[in-house]
């Protein structure tokens, strides 16, 4: 076992081992709190689903926790409760995710409880089509919410059809799931291979150590898949439909997290969408009074990247809400003030102290920056990176790296005319 130290404070040095299976173990004591978290993230996300079972992985998610080891589905529940848990789970494109917040003196049963879920599980078949019904319902909801709508062909058409699936599945696929589909999938993925688990909050570091060696230092691992490639070009798609709205969503390719340039490419994100003084709400919103709301934000993968808007208005001020809110995209560099970026700062600055309150978010954080960069980020890094930004830097960063290459899709009455260096299509 091998142990890395990156230092922020005396108190809150954040430490690091290795597994001799190969699971990563992340701790950051926050000895101020009285609360412990820990964050576990398996590489077993959406794209490792076979094509045509789409949902796999979140059912699948779903089906672990329904008992494990010893403890029955309602054991399991019952056990959680009594240790204090907040817990949360999900998958995500690259990984399935279990988390908890809990008072500090349950974190050692809790990890012991979710190695046996991670490791164990019953998956028992009589409640498969109970789970079932659960994702389905999740997905009819989700297809009646125009704006989940938009932004998820959004999705695919940026990263492509593998990368761009919906973390929920297709209708399709969550009825083909087989109780052997579920099981296959658990085998092939559920592993310490690449696994990460993040603990912060009032906890001894080396006790943390001892107790993820005894919780999981059996766990067996196999290789780890490493993430496709991205597929998605330029294009604009319109989807039909009878709505008193329209909805207009688009993306363009930037940088992912941990690249150099991340945080001057976050800035002029930042100064463009963060807030209710940022320039698209500013000028688009309010000054214009062309929509309801308009933003803009980063999503990363671990090797992908891009930057994806929503603006909600009318089908008369549509057209011109697109026009505006890419025109005051690209013009971004024309008018960087001081003060803009010194806004941007103090609420990323913000943003950061709230997080040292919350053991849950700094688990969360530690175990996203491991497995996008292969290390965690101090908050101290963090808070250097951010102030050491001059308007210049953000300029010439925007300079060089212009949008391009936008995906636009709306939904309406009626389609829009996009840019004229993308094709287009209706559905």
Known sequence: MRSITLS??????ITWNQLSNGMTVLVQPMPWLRTAAFSLAIRAGVDLEPNSLGGLS????EMVQRGAGSHSSRELVAIQDNLGMDRSSGVSISTSNFGAAMPAESLQQ????????VKNPHLPEDQLEDARMM?????????????????????QLHYGSHLGRSTLGTREGIAAITQND??????SNYHAGDAILAVAGKVDTQQVFDWAETAFGDWK????????????????????????QTHIGFSFETIPYGHPDYFKMRAGIGILSDGMSSRLFDRVREQKGLCYTVTASCHSLKQHAGVFGYAGTTPERAQQTLEVTINEIEKLTEELTQAELERWQIRIQSLLIMEQESSASRASSLASDYYQIGRPITTQELETAIESLSVQQVRDYWVANPPRDYRIVTLGTSPL????TISSSVN
């Open 221 to 244: 691992t196999l290789p780890a898949h490493s993430p496709p490639a991205a597929t998605g070009t330029g294009t604009y798609e319109h989807l039909e439909s009878p709505s008193s």
């Open 135 to 155: 994702c389905l319902q999740e997905i009819r909801a989700n297809d009646d919410e125009p704006t989940h709508r938009v932004m998820q062909r959004l999705r």
């Open 417 to 420: 005319t996009p840019p004229s």
């Open 110 to 117: 809790a990890m012991q409880l979710y190695s046996q879920i």
């Open 182 to 187: 579920l099981r296959d999938f658990f085998q």
């Open 8 to 13: 922020t404070s005396p108190s809150s040095e």
């Open 58 to 61: 979140g059912l699948t998610c």
